[in-house]
């Protein structure tokens, strides 16, 4: 069974930083690209960032600069690092491969 277990949210002030994991399991961790994602109320989901397995990684323009993903194979983890959180920021986070997305993590940006 596939699972992806996120977590590291929670309440900052604007300027903060937050690191979230994704915790992989039940499929090759080291064959996929995983994916965070946001969503907020009222706002479409976001794709945030995606770390591909040749190393390769992408970031959405509201973010690049200040957020930094990373993963850990040995681990099967996947970090989303987020630097000089914005109020927009504020959403549910959740990682994702192509075909399944887990429970997401809550982060909220006070301004």
């Known amino acids: 069974e596939v699972q992806l277990q996120a977590s590291g949210g929670g309440l900052v002030q604007a300027g903060g930083s937050l690191r979230l994991s994704c915790l992989a399991s039940g499929f090759a961790f080291d064959d996929y690209s995983i994916g965070w994602f946001r969503q907020a109320p009222g706002k479409e989901r976001e794709g945030v960032s995606c770390s591909s397995p040749d190393g390769s990684t992408y970031y959405a323009d509201s973010v690049r600069g200040r957020f930094t993903i990373s993963r850990d194979n040995s681990k099967k983890t996947v970090y989303l690092r987020m630097n000089s959180l914005k109020p927009e920021d504020t959403g549910l986070y959740y990682c994702?491969?192509?075909?399944?997305r887990g429970q997401g993590t809550q982060v909220t940006v006070s301004s």
């Open positions: 994702s491969t192509r075909t399944s």
